[in-house]
């Protein structure tokens, strides 16, 4: 990942003289803003994001903290929203040749990121956009219009798990890997990308009750026990239901099989390709399983993160 310091704007780098910052995972250092934790890059794309970008009524933004299965979102409502211009039976699908990613731009990672000004001529309406953004950091004009939000949530152990792996594929070898201890000890103070994990889940928690039109809360691991029931809710929620000629026709099932770890992770472009803003494709798909996380941390880290897990989210009737 670029972090260099050169793009930054004036009011970016005047900004994050005054932040709380602490060491990073990767090389560079994270600042708190807003509560929570950035890279520099990514700083400056929140900025850029709530400084410039205008939201229309009928966009549609996939929420997630880094390591969350952002990918598998991306892929599924992409697929979902364009089935009839794509149909996923079809050999020239996009997620056949393009990183979900590609597909589904993060504001802040991809259309503002490094002073980007970004053109929207070429997308389709509704337009589909993601961000690991914290609810309190979005863009005014998305929190005052009727767009949607999806939220997709994993447990705290495999995302922890996940985003370790994740980190230590980033880091030059020169410094070698990051250590489980030093990452579960960050993740724990809340010092992870976009963390506290508990309170960005919890602000778009309270969202999807207080608006449950505008915010749909979805869990990985819900999605991974029950994925038709899931695919369903989420394209109903999106404003594209499957009929029930579709549901005859196996659509759903397509989408799904399409969408898996197995299928993805299995193409030359997740297996050799890069993204557009350079990371390796295959950086993003490691296991895709629910519970990969007790082959990594002890016992007591288990119960460490569950006490935390139960103190942050106590009477707000949120288990993950
Ligand atoms: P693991 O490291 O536990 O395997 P993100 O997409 O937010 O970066 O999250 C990456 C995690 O989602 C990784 O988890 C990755 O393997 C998993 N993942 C990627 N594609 C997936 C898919 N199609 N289905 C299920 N999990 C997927």
Known sequence: LHEDQNELSQECRHLM?????DKGWV??????????????????????????????QTDLFLVTT??????????????ILNRDRYP?????????????????????????????VPDFTNFVSPRLFSTHMPYISLPDSIKNSKCKIVYLCRN???????????????????IGNISLEEAFEKFCKGVSLCGPFWDHVLEYWK????????????KYEEIKEEPKVHLNRLAKFLGYPFSVEEEKLGVVDEILNLCSFD?????MV???GKLLTGEDNKAFFRKGEVGDSGNYLTPEMIQHLDVITENKFIGYGLEV
């Open 27 to 56: 090389v560079n250092h994270l600042f708190n803003y807003q509560g929570f934790w950035h890279t520099t890059r990514q700083l400056q794309g929140v900025l850029a994001s709530q400084k410039l970008f205008q939201a229309q």
């Open 270 to 272: 997740n297996r050799m």
């Open 88 to 116: 996923c039976n079809n050999d020239h699908h996009p997620l056949l040749y393009s990183n979900p990613h590609d597909l589904v731009p993060f504001l802040e990672l991809k259309l503002y990121v490094d002073n980007n």
């Open 66 to 79: 880094p390591k969350s299965g952002t990918t598998w979102l991306k892929a599924m409502a992409f697929a």
């Open 207 to 218: 969202q999807s009750l207080e608006m449950p039109e505008r915010v749909l809360f979805v």
């Open 156 to 174: 705290p152990r495999d995302t922890l798990i996940s985003l370790w792996h994740f980190t230590n594929k980033l880091r030059p070898k020169t």
């Open 263 to 267: 299928s993805l992770s299995n193409l």
């Open 17 to 21: 003289s005054s932040l709380p910052r």
